[in-house]
């Protein structure tokens, strides 16, 4: 790590225990160059202005959540249908335990995508890559029966999306929203596979939670 990405991670770090503990809007540049040791000209050397330190947390905590699914899609003996509920659970899991255990986080998610809706567009963009690779599996497999893989993934992402911190949307318990994504799942996978199979598909089941789907 260079002398220059030691600075960024340094200021980034101060920026999440700040924003953490006293929120976005009372954190101030001066505060943070106060706890990295160092002037508040130095921090504009690495960025802008606050909103561009909160919009390289929330990028990096994109790039986490990206890891999380892919980790998913690398378990070996999973059908495609595993995979996509593995997936989506585990997301929401996390997601929903971060911000019930760090709520400032929901107020820093809120001002960056209002601030910065580009962070949105591509955070969405890479998530969709990994529905789109499962989905493709599945169709390459014959598990599933899709006639166009692009649309197929916009539909399932956009239905799933309510999944991805959930408190953004509703104030729903966990327990609630995992039997209503059961509904959903259920639904969106007997449409993705041959109409000669659906009746003898079990519903989706919530699965059992794990330390990962825990761990923020």
């Not at 505060?31 to 802008?48: H, V």
């Not at 003996?77 to 997301?91: K, N, P």
Request: charge should be neutral; hydrophobic fraction near 40%.
């Amino acid at each position: 790590m260079s002398e220059s990405d030691k600075v960024r991670k340094q200021i980034i770090d101060a920026a999440v225990d700040r924003f953490l503990h006293y929120g976005y809007p009372k954190t101030t540049i001066a505060e943070l160059a106060a706890d990295c040791a160092m002037s508040p000209g130095n921090i504009y050397r690495f960025f802008k202005g606050k909103i561009d330190i909160a919009a390289e947390i929330a990028r990096l905590e994109a790039l986490q959540a990206v890891e999380r699914m892919e980790a998913v899609l690398e378990c070996p003996y999973r059908s495609s249908r595993q995979r996509l509920e593995e997936v989506v659970f585990a997301d929401m899991r996390h997601t929903f335990h971060l911000l019930e255990n760090k709520p400032r986080v929901l107020e820093l998610a809120q001002v960056v995508v209002q601030e910065r809706p580009q962070f949105q567009i591509e955070s969405l963009r890479r998530e969709r890559r990994i529905f789109q690779r499962i989905l493709r599996d599945g169709a390459e497999t014959g598990e599933f029966t899709i006639d166009n893989i692009t649309h197929a993934t916009i539909a399932v992402h956009s239905a799933t999306l309510k999944y991805r911190y959930t408190q953004l949307f509703t104030n729903q318990t966990l327990e609630e929203l995992e039997r209503e994504l059961c509904f959903v799942l259920t639904l969106l996978i007997r449409g993705l596979t041959n109409a000669a199979n659906q009746e003898a598909l079990p519903p989706t089941r919530v699965p059992l939670e794990t330390k990962l789907d825990q761990a923020v």
